[in-house]
């Protein structure tokens, strides 16, 4: 059986994107279920593994290698893309050129992807202060494989064994958020997670809809009734399709642990509805992913972690996840 070639983005390079990077070439249980292709700078990565004391021996590809090689790669490997000086990278620094050598990172792995030259991208943690100072203003990475994958529809997913959530709206501000409400974006994420729950847990899976506001709006007493006028008839509208859905769920009790053992999936309103729950319950496994790209897309569920990094104390355990999902999926495309 062929192993999907998975790009792995080394995110920030003066976060600890380069530091879990390094883990993962090292692991041998990854390697067992796919090949991964770290897309970054092998001179950062040689600069860390020489300050927290790890070896790296992977095998170093230059762009034009790449072209050459790609696919017919046998081993973990790394895609040189000299995009900053290993030198000149300060560790847990907001700098525009790191900024920019992360961007380039994913707009490589993007490409990639997109040429089939590998099966699946996950990607490492980036700073967006720092991506913004380098002139490239997108709230995350998410927004960044919709536009440059011309995505139709998408929507950001986080999964975990213990919860899992999609978001109607993700990197706004909350006055934001009930502009961009709409029956069609509420359904379309409904529509995107239930493809994706099928492909995970291969079968139609049980969905819940979390309300706006509190209380799920209390019959139109709090909010601009928001519940009965885009999320209700989302709900319905997906009922008529043959989905198992329930909902508005008042979002304070929506992840109580009994509903959360029969629901395979939470539809979120805004970030913090879902990424609180998830963080508590499952910081070091939850894995997020990009449905609706046409190319597989994972990634950690955690930043840059500036006040460790380049200090060996960094937990590879989501990089992990991200990987074994990306492969997982490939699997089931």
Known sequence: MTLPRIAITMGDPS?????????ILREERIREVCLPIVFGDAGVLERVAGLVGVPFDARVLRPADWQRDC???????????GRIDAAAVRPAAVDAGCG???????LAAIEAG???QVDAVTTGPLNKEAMHAAGHHYPGQTELFAE?????????MLTSPELTCSFVTVHVGYSD?????SVERILDVIDLTVEGMRRIRGREPRLAVCGLNPHAGENGLFGDREEERLIVPAIAAARARGIQIEGPLPPDTAFLAWRRAQTDAFICMYHDQGHIPLKALAFETAINTTLGLPVVRTSVDHGTAFDIAWQGRANPSSLFEAVRLAARLCGES
Do not use: N
Request: charged share 20%; net charge neutral.
């Open 71 to 81: 696919r017919s790669l046998s081993e973990p490997a790394v895609l040189d893309l």
């Open 148 to 156: 440059r994958m011309g995505a139709g529809r998408s929507c950001m």
């Open 15 to 23: 976060g600890i994107g380069p530091e879990v990077c390094l883990a």
């Open 177 to 181: 958020v009930p502009g961009l409400l």
């Open 100 to 106: 920019e050598a992360a961007y380039q990172y994913v």
């Open 114 to 116: 997109l040429g089939r």
